[in-house]
């Protein structure tokens, strides 16, 4: 390894889910030292205090995920619709402001939240999870803009058909309907690996330049196609 992120502090949320994993996994291999939380803030205030005890910070790494709670759209539930903006929205806001405070007083900073793609395609039965993944690459988008001149890139990997536990577990991976269906859907023909997300997130931690604001898709082409 090159050790391209050898004596930067790295913070990851949710480490033992969603891309958790295959990101420490390929920061710490560039030399990262990565600091972990695997709870589950629900709440702007419990995303900031996730960053107390970080006295300095490089790179923000927001991975955050919840289950997309399917219904029509008269049928949402208001449960169902909270929960979805109390873990992925509220603790997003909050861990990038503790983030944001910490960047500015150090001169800059990087910010990475893996998201979603569904809000850039939609997907019919899913407007609840598509309006709270759609509210986190908004504010991501708006905030980068703002912080660029204070040298804080921030981006969101956008992702979809990537292999992880929350949405495509191994027992989903198994099924020829899905796959059946995902081959007609996805250009890319498969499902991708949890290593682009790392692969990605480790570009934007280290190499990116001039791109504040930008989200990323990564799902095979599917945000692409009809």
């Known amino acids: 390894m090159s050790q391209r992120l050898a004596g930067k502090t790295v913070f990851l949320t949710h480490a033992d889910r969603y891309m958790g994993p295959a990101i420490q996994a390929r920061f710490e291999a560039e030399g990262a030292r990565v600091q972990i ?6 709440s702007a205030e419990a995303g900031e205090a996730l960053l107390n005890e970080v006295e300095s910070l490089d790179v923000l790494v927001a991975n955050l995920a919840f289950p997309p709670q399917p219904a029509l759209v008269d049928a949402i539930d208001d449960a169902d619709w909270h929960a979805l903006f109390d873990h992925l ?3 997003l806001m909050g861990l990038v402001r503790g983030a944001v405070k910490r960047m500015k ?3 800059g900073g990087r910010i990475i939240a893996v998201t979603s793609a569904a809000p850039l395609r939609g997907i019919p039965k899913n407007g609840a999870y598509c309006a709270a993944r759609g509210a986190q690459n908004a504010f991501l988008r708006a905030a980068g803009l703002e912080l660029a001149r204070d040298h804080i890139a921030v981006a969101a990997i956008a992702q979809n058909y990537i292999e992880n536990d929350t949405y495509y577990p191994p027992e989903l991976l198994k099924d020829e309907r899905f ?3 995902m081959r007609e859907v996805v250009p890319a023909q498969h499902i991708g690996d949890p290593s682009a997300t790392a ?4 570009f934007l931690a280290t190499e990116a330049q001039f791109m504040p604001g930008q989200i990323f898709p990564l799902a095979g082409g599917w945000t692409t196609t009809l």
């Open 89 to 91: 929205v509220h603790p």
């Open 105 to 107: 007083a150090a001169g």
């Open 179 to 181: 796959l059946s269906r």
């Open 199 to 202: 692969d990605l997130a480790l």
């Open 37 to 42: 939380s695997t709870e589950r803030p629900r």
